[in-house]
Each structure stands twice: as structure tokens, then as C-alpha cells.
């Protein structure tokens, strides 16, 4: 039974109190929540990723993926964002990359099959790996490592 299907229980993180601040902020157009689970660190975002909050949504990839330790993922979920740029799809490649130096798998989901084409186009297919759902990211993975471990 894959582990997608069989953990329910989810702990709330707390993020640092400057990004609190900054999230919260009457000007801020992001807003994000992170979830832990058994096998995963989930961040659900929504708003718009842009130029106006690149320092606030790097230092949210940061601090959340600072939660997952291997074999954990880190998801990161953007079906309720309405923008993101492609400075954004660049933070997250990036922090994927530090992902994996620290053997966690970062996967980006979302329903939206434009985000797929972006990740293509701007080159980051070979860093960011894209799914519809969060279950759907931890099946991938876990046949991932099935195929590697045989």
C-alpha cells in the first residue's frame, strides 16, 4: 500500500516570525501554509509569486524545506497560485538542487498543465519534477526508488 494513501495525521510548522511578518503583511499578494507528514513536507501556496516577494518566497522555499530530512519529500503545491514568474520556477530549481545535496526529493505540484510547459521552456525539467497531486508525487518517487533499488 503506498504511504500516499495511508498517512492522515498532519503537523502544522511553524515558520520564523520575520516570515510570518512578511506573509502577513497588508501588501503581501502570497500566502502559504506547511504541513509535515510521515514521508513528507508539504507548502501550499496561493496568491502571486513575482519580483515583489522573490526574497520572501526564497526564503519560504528555504525555511520549509529546512523541515524535510531524508527519505522525506518536500512538496510544493501552487494549484491556488494565480502567477508566478520565472524568477520563481528559478528559486525553486535552485532549492531543489540543495534538496537533493541533503538526499530529499523536492516535487513541485499542480493541476495546471501550463506549469509542466513552463518548467520545459525555461529548462528546469531535469531539477523540477511536476505532478497533478501530492499523492501522486510520493507513488513517483517511491517507484523511483523500487526501480533503483532493483
Do not use: K
Amino acid at each position: 500500500m503506498s504511504r500516499a494513501v495511508t498517512e492522515v495525521f498532519a503537523t502544522p510548522l511553524r515558520l520564523s516570525p520575520r516570515l510570518v511578518s512578511e506573509l502577513g503583511a497588508e501588501n503581501s499578494t502570497m500566502r502559504a501554509a506547511v504541513q509535515g507528514f510521515e514521508s513528507a513536507v508539504i507548502v501550499y501556496l496561493g496568491g502571486e509569486i513575482d519580483a515583489c516577494n522573490d526574497e520572501t518566497w526564497r526564503l519560504l522555499l528555504a525555511e520549509a524545506s529546512s523541515f524535510a530530512a531524508a527519505p522525506q519529500l518536500f512538496i510544493v503545491d501552487v494549484n491556488s497560485v494565480d502567477f508566478m514568474s520565472c524568477s520563481s520556477y528559478e528559486a525553486l530549481a535552485e532549492e531543489a538542487h540543495r534538496c537533493r545535496g541533503r538526499g530529499v526529493e523536492l516535487c513541485l505540484v499542480s493541476l495546471n498543465p501550463n506549469v509542466g510547459r513552463i518548467v520545459s521552456a525555461c529548462g528546469l525539467g531535469d531539477a523540477l519534477t511536476v505532478h497533478a497531486t501530492a499523492p501522486q508525487s510520493l507513488q513517483s518517487v517511491e517507484l523511483t526508488h523500487q526501480v533503483q533499488a532493483c
